[in-house]
C-alpha cells in the first residue's frame, strides 16, 4: 500500500536553529515527490518538486532533497516566518494519485 | 488571475442534508482533485478527475459524489451528511497528468450537526 510518513509531527526552533524535516514514502511507480507549506487557515503552496534520486533543490533557506526510499527538507537558518506546517506528497505512477504525509508543524522563535 | 476558487469558505449542515461544495480553475488544467484535511491526518484524496468525463475514486470516496462535465469546474456533492464528514475540505488542479506542482484553493470548512 502506497504510505508517505513525515517526521517529526512538530518542531520547535530558535531564529537561526538549522534543521531537518524528515519524508519517508513507499509509493509505487514514483512519479514526483513534492514539498508544500500551509499556512493557518489556507490551502497549501507549493515549494519544490523532486523526480529523481540524488536530486536537490533551494528556495531561499529551504533545500529539498530525494533519495530512494525518503526526502528532507532542510532550514538553514530559519526566521519566524518560516513557522508553517510544510507537507510531503509523493505522485504514485501505479494509482495516478498524489498521496500525503500528515505534515510537520513547524515553529520558529525568535 | 483567480487559479482555484472554492465556495463557499464555510458551511454548517444538519445530519442528513445534501449539498454541494463547488470548485472551479481557470488554468485549463485537466487534471482536478478533492480532498479532506483532518486534525493530525494530512490530505487525504476524496474523488480526482484525469479530465472532462473521467473521475476516480481516491482513499476516501464513501459518501461523496463527483462530476466532470467541464474542464474547469470540478462539484463535490456530499449526498447525506453525516457528523464524520466535518473536515476541511481542498480543491486542487495540476498541469499535465497530476504529477507537476499542484494550486489549491483556499478550502471549505464544513461542519455537520
Known amino acids: 500500500e502506497d504510505q508517505v510518513t513525515q517526521s517529526p509531527e512538530a518542531l520547535r526552533l530558535q531564529e537561526g536553529e538549522s534543521s531537518s524535516l524528515n519524508c519517508s514514502y513507499t509509493?509505487?511507480?514514483?512519479?514526483?515527490l513534492f514539498w508544500y507549506r500551509q499556512d493557518p487557515g489556507k490551502g497549501p503552496e507549493f515549494l519544490f518538486t523532486l523526480y529523481s534520486a540524488g536530486e536537490e533543490k533551494e528556495k531561499e533557506r529551504l533545500k529539498a532533497t530525494l533519495t530512494k526510499k525518503e526526502s528532507f527538507l532542510h532550514i538553514t537558518a530559519p526566521k519566524p516566518e518560516d513557522s508553517a506546517t510544510y507537507l510531503c506528497a509523493a505522485f504514485s505512477g501505479g494509482y495516478n494519485k498524489l498521496i500525503f504525509g500528515a505534515g510537520t508543524r513547524l515553529a520558529v522563535h525568535p | 488571475n483567480a487559479g482555484v476558487t472554492q465556495t463557499p469558505k464555510f458551511q454548517v449542515l444538519k445530519t442528513g442534508q445534501s449539498m454541494t461544495l463547488q470548485c472551479a480553475q481557470d488554468m485549463n488544467h485537466e487534471y482536478m482533485s478533492w480532498y479532506r484535511q483532518d486534525p493530525g491526518m494530512g490530505l487525504r484524496l476524496i474523488h480526482y478527475?484525469?479530465?472532462?468525463?473521467?473521475?476516480d475514486q481516491g482513499e476516501v470516496p464513501n459518501g461523496y459524489n463527483v462530476s466532470r462535465s467541464t474542464t474547469e469546474d470540478f462539484p463535490l456533492r456530499l449526498l447525506s451528511a453525516a457528523p464524520s464528514q466535518t473536515s476541511v475540505y481542498f480543491c486542487?488542479?495540476?498541469?499535465?497528468?497530476?504529477?507537476?506542482?499542484?494550486?489549491f484553493g483556499q478550502g471549505t470548512r464544513l461542519t455537520v450537526v
Open positions: 486542487a488542479s495540476t498541469n499535465n497528468r497530476g504529477n507537476t506542482e499542484a494550486f
Open positions: 478527475s484525469v479530465g472532462a468525463g473521467i473521475t
Open positions: 509509493v509505487s511507480g514514483l512519479r514526483g
